[in-house]
């Protein structure tokens, strides 16, 4: 699967066969996460990898949207670390940069995976902080359900010309100059 196919058909999937993921994809995974870019380079992102199967299934209990992650074989969460940071702020979009990466590497390699989002709902930050014993300076991000997918979604196209202004908001939109 090339590059721009892998984005344009990927989708959320939220329902999964039981069967257990691979080491070696989870690796791939990680690899792909931690090749994001980041601003100058920091990479803030660490990572907390859950296959046991009673830990997903209690990560319902401690955020409030997460139900489907307790029928995944794999989560993996995306957290940022803040204690050694040169620059403020861009932590998040690293992170978000790892995450993204997370799904289209999922979907290159035929597995489904859906963003479940943490930061920055308080409660959600707080609990899983709690849940996963994070120290201090590392905050949860995001939570990726990965596994084989029990569903199919189709490709959707979100592409609007009318998002878009070309050179100069005031210009128009959907057409170049
Ligand atoms: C920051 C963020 C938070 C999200 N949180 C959730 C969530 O808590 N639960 C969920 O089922 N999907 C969540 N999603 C997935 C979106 O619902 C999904 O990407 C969106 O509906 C578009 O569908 P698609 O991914 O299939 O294109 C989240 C996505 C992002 C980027």
């Known amino acids: 699967m ?4 892998a984005i344009l058909t990927r989708r959320s999937i939220r329902s999964f066969k039981p069967d257990p993921i691979d080491r070696e994809q989870i ?18 992102w660490r990572f907390v990898v859950v296959t046991d199967r009673e830990k997903l299934q209690a990560i319902p209990t401690v955020h409030t949207h997460a139900g489907l992650v307790a029928g995944a074989p794999l989560a ?12 403020d702020g861009y ?5 978000s940069c790892a995450a993204q990466n997370i799904l289209l590497a999922a979907h290159a390699a035929d597995l489904g995976a859906v963003w479940v989002g943490v930061y920055p709902t308080t409660a959600n930050v707080a609990s899983l902080s709690r849940f996963f014993k994070l120290p201090e300076t590392v905050l949860p991000f995001a939570l990726i359900a990965i596994g084989h997918p029990a569903e199919k979604c189709e490709p959707k196209d979100t592409f609007d010309a009318g ?3 070309w050179d100069s908001w005031d210009n128009g939109s959907g057409q170049s100059s």
């Open 163 to 165: 998002l878009v202004r």
């Open 91 to 95: 932590w998040v979009q690293d992170c």
């Open 2 to 5: 090339n590059t721009i196919d």
């Open 27 to 44: 690796l791939t995974l990680l690899r792909a996460a931690m090749h994001a870019p980041s601003a100058i380079d920091e990479q803030p």
């Open 76 to 87: 993996i969460l995306v957290c940022g670390d803040l204690s050694r940071l040169k620059v």
